[in-house]
Each structure stands twice: as structure tokens, then as C-alpha cells.
């Protein structure tokens, strides 16, 4: 697996709620980045927040410190209108990260709303900052905003014919959290009787069991 691979699983793993929620220490400290950046060449934003993920978990702010600060060294030296963005997308998003880590939805929420429509400046592939996502749509679900969510899980749950069952759980339950039950319950059905096979044990299961059970 490729260190963007290993450093996306980890914090997905987190958000999903199976790491240190749960009482495990997933390994932070191997993934925590060596090598520095080029000042002479300017950096992928995406690497950058590969790079800057395993800090915050293992809350290294000097690191964080010197990361941000070799993205503004290379910025100077880079060329184009994105550039100019660049630092400020990754502290953006840094901020959102370090809030999130800390349990402080609502400023994780807010940095990393006004963050994701600059990042897909910075891509061709659709679904590159989907843990980015995820992060947001978990922030907002603890803060109560409802501001992306709905929109990033309808793109999902509608451009596949077999959408992940945890897109339509996610979904599903904003929509029955805001009164629309009935689109919401069919969507955490289809996503209840879809996860029996893939995970029977996973706890998004037992909760979907005890929604659908009382609906």
C-alpha cells in the first residue's frame, strides 16, 4: 500500500469511528512524516495533507508548524494562480483536521466547508479528498449543520446503480433527522439489508437495526 493509501485508510478509520473512539490506538507514529519538503519545487496540495494528517493525530503543532511553513517556502518559488491558493487551502484544511481531532465539530465543520470547494481546484480525479469528505460530513452531523452533507451524499448515493451502504446510511439519516422519513427510511432499509452481507457486526448495522426497528 502507498503511504497516501496507509495515511487515508487511518483517518478514514477514525472517522468511521474504529480507532481511538473505540479504544484503539491506531500506529499514528509510523506514518508521522520524515522526509521534508523541496522548497524548490511546489507541493500537492493532496500530498500536503497526506503529510499533515499523521500531526495532527499525534497533536505534533511544531510539525504542523514546519510543514505549513515549507508549503509557503515552495509557494514562493511556484508558479500559476494556484499557487497562490495553495497554503491557504492546506491551513484551511489543517485547521479543520486539528478541530475535528479535538471534538470541536463545529469549527471543524466550518473550516472544512469553506475548504472543499478550493480543493477540487486542485484535482482531476473525483474523489480525491473523499476522506476530506467524510471528515466534514461526520463534523457536521455532530454540530447539527446540514450545509454540505446532503449535497456531497446525494452526489454518491446517485452516481452509482449500488452506492455504498454507508453513503446511504449517512444520508439516510439526515433526511430523517430533518423530516423527510419517508426518502429516509427507504434509504436506511436499502442500506440495512445491503450491510447484513458485507458486515454484520459493524456497529452502523446495529444502529440502522434499532432505527429501522422503531420507524
Known sequence: MSYPGAVNLLWQTEVLGYGRSSGRALPWRTLAPTIPIDPNHAADVSEMIVRVMPLVALSDEA??????????????????????????????????????????????????????????????????????????????????????????????VGAYAMPRPRDQFWLGRILASTGRVTEGGDLLESARLRWVGADGNSP????????????
Open 63 to 156: 510539525g504542523i508548524d514546519a510543514l505549513l511553513a515549507s508549503l509557503a517556502d515552495a509557494d514562493e518559488s511556484a508558479e500559476g494562480v494556484h499557487s497562490q491558493d495553495r497554503a491557504a487551502a492546506v491551513h484551511t484544511v489543517t485547521e479543520g483536521l486539528r478541530a475535528w481531532w479535538h471534538g470541536d465539530a463545529h469549527v471543524a465543520a466550518k473550516h472544512l466547508g469553506e475548504a472543499l470547494p478550493v480543493l477540487s481546484r486542485f484535482t482531476d480525479y473525483p474523489g480525491q479528498f473523499a476522506v476530506i469528505e467524510d471528515t466534514l460530513i461526520d463534523a457536521e452531523w455532530h454540530s447539527g449543520a446540514r450545509i454540505h452533507s446532503e449535497r456531497i451524499l446525494r452526489g454518491r
Open 204 to 215: 452502523e448495522l446495529r444502529t440502522l437495526e434499532t432505527v429501522t426497528a422503531s420507524s
